[in-house]
């Protein structure tokens, strides 16, 4: 069993995230799904983006810290989109984490990764925000680093596959995200 943080995309705390949770539960694991935002989820992107743009980057991160302050120092940080990358910034805060867990978008920097941390990254190929060159720069530094990572690239589907709610779901692509995930977890 993992204690695992799950952080929100850009739309804020949607029901695919709570039913993402549901499952991680169902699997044995812990799941805490802090909303970062603390007003309802966005119904589109761009209202997404909104709402990041008036809550601000930097409340955003001091409500991650907050929702990390009882997690256990090994949790497993995991995020959607926007929050693959506030899981992979709370990675320098967070030495002893037993992996990251990153769909839709990369995070973490390779001057916070220790040896031998985990990381599982779950894309979109293509995917309009994370160009493959940029992509791969990320590994390469990750690797580098020491970080064990392995990168999945999901041909045809859109940018949040795994949200059976927005017009980007791919309900293969999904499943195959949510396998990997769990064995990545097991592990």
């Known amino acids: 069993m993992r204690h695992i943080v799950l952080f929100h995309s850009v739309y804020g705390l949607r029901p695919a995230v709570l039913r993402a949770a549901d499952e991680l539960r169902a699997a ?3 799941v805490a799904t802090p909303d970062l935002y603390g007003v309802p989820a966005a119904d589109t992107v761009a209202d997404g983006f909104a709402l990041l743009d008036e809550i601000g980057q930097e409340v955003v991160l001091d409500r991650a810290r907050a929702a990390l302050r009882d997690a256990p120092t090994d949790a497993v940080l995991a995020g959607f989109s926007m929050g693959a990358g506030v899981a ?3 990675l320098a ?3 002893d984490t037993a992996g990251l867990l990153l769909l839709h978008g990369t995070g973490g920097a390779p001057e916070a990764v220790r040896p031998g941390l985990r990381v599982q990254l779950h894309l979109a190929d293509p995917d309009e925000y994370e160009p493959q060159d940029e992509v791969d720069e990320w590994r390469r530094a990750m690797t580098a680093a020491g970080a064990a990572v392995d990168v999945y690239r999901y041909p045809g589907a ?3 596959f795994t949200d059976p709610d927005v017009p ?3 309900a293969h692509a999904a499943v195959r995200a949510w396998d990997r995930s769990l064995a990545f977890l097991a592990g």
């Open 158 to 160: 859109g940018h949040l």
């Open 28 to 30: 044995g694991h812990e």
């Open 88 to 90: 992979g910034a709370m």
């Open 93 to 95: 805060e967070r030495p």
């Open 168 to 170: 980007d779901h791919d």
